[in-house]
């Protein structure tokens, strides 16, 4: 089994610290500390650290993109990047230690010109067999036009996309594998208020209708998940446990979800393996997405 990531908005995430946020002060900052980031790579970190066969692909120029690869082959990750002209992203997040909440900055990433993109694709063709799955996850940069989903739909056996907004409802039509909407994502695709589990079904079938995938995983934060096919339904309870981190809980999900479903495993087995992997991202410390002890421990114990 081989899995490949695309990244099509990659960034650099840069975290630090400060004891409070006020507008218009010099605000004095712990060292930074860098990781890799977008939600390809993250889902590539996660399968990585699973022990999963894994590229992730991606659009990579300027200094931060240079840091970004050096961090993603120290981390071991198998990476495939697309020079480009612009400059990778940055994404920036300060933690105000006196209320310990989170402040993110997201920067928008540079523009890929055309060619770039058909460099892009070109290197998902070249892929030394053609992947089991395509992992389509996370954000596109500015004026990359959603068609995009459209030409990597063919380069792999099976495709699963995880965007939002505009990215997501163009992705009518496809006819993915996979895709995994959050609650609000449906309610925008369907244009209504999904106030119970049968409105929760209903919506997600009619994504199937659709087009949008042979396969609907939603996610729904501390109520678990639900999957739906054109024959069945499937409702896991979320895993209770302490939150650290919860930065990449649901690209740990998607990650443990293609992973299971890449070695063989059925759909109930998946979609556990993912909701394991999705609780595990929240025990883990800030340089983590995942420990791979963390996630077989939860997925054995939801099964138990």
């Given at each position: 089994m081989s899995i490949a990531t695309v990244t099509l908005n990659p960034a650099l995430d840069?975290?630090?610290?400060?004891?409070?946020?006020?507008?218009?002060?010099?605000l004095r900052c712990s060292e930074p500390r860098f990781e890799p980031g977008g939600g390809g790579i993250n889902v590539a970190r996660v399968v990585h650290a699973l022990g999963g066969k894994v590229t992730a692909v991606f659009p990579c120029g300027g200094p931060m993109g240079v840091t970004l690869e050096t961090l993603l082959r120290e981390a071991g990750v198998p990476i495939a990047p697309v020079p480009i002209a612009g400059a990778t992203r940055q994404s920036f997040t300060v933690e105000e230690t006196s209320t310990g909440l989170p402040y993110r900055f997201v920067l928008p990433g540079p523009v890929l010109g055309e060619s770039e993109i058909a460099a892009l694709v070109e290197v998902l063709r070249a892929l030394p067999g053609r992947p089991d799955y395509i992992v389509a996850s996370g954000s596109l940069p500015p004026g990359c036009h959603p068609r995009i989903f459209r030409r990597l739909a063919d380069l792999g056996k099976r495709l699963v996309i995880d965007t939002s907004g505009l990215a997501l409802a163009a992705c009518e039509g496809v006819r993915a594998y996979l895709v995994k909407p959050s609650l609000r994502e449906l309610e925008e695709l369907v244009g209504r208020t999904l106030a119970t589990e049968m409105d929760e079904a209903a919506a997600a079938r009619e994504l199937l209708e659709r087009g949008f995938a042979e396969i609907v995983v939603l996610s729904l934060g501390e109520r678990g998940a639900l999957l739906v096919t054109a024959d069945r339904e499937l409702r896991l309870p979320a895993i209770p446990v302490p939150v650290a981190n919860a930065v990449g809980a649901g690209d740990s999900m998607v990650a443990a979800i293609t992973l299971a479903l890449a070695r063989g495993q059925s759909?109930?087995?998946?979609?556990?393996?993912?909701?394991?992997?999705?609780?595990?991202?929240?025990?883990?410390?800030g340089a983590e997405l995942v420990r791979k002890e963390d996630v077989e421990r939860l997925y054995a114990a939801a099964g138990s």
């Open positions: 840069i975290t630090t610290a400060t004891e409070a946020v006020r507008h218009t002060h010099k759909l109930d087995e998946a979609l556990r393996y993912g909701i394991a992997g999705g609780a595990a991202a929240l025990l883990a410390p």
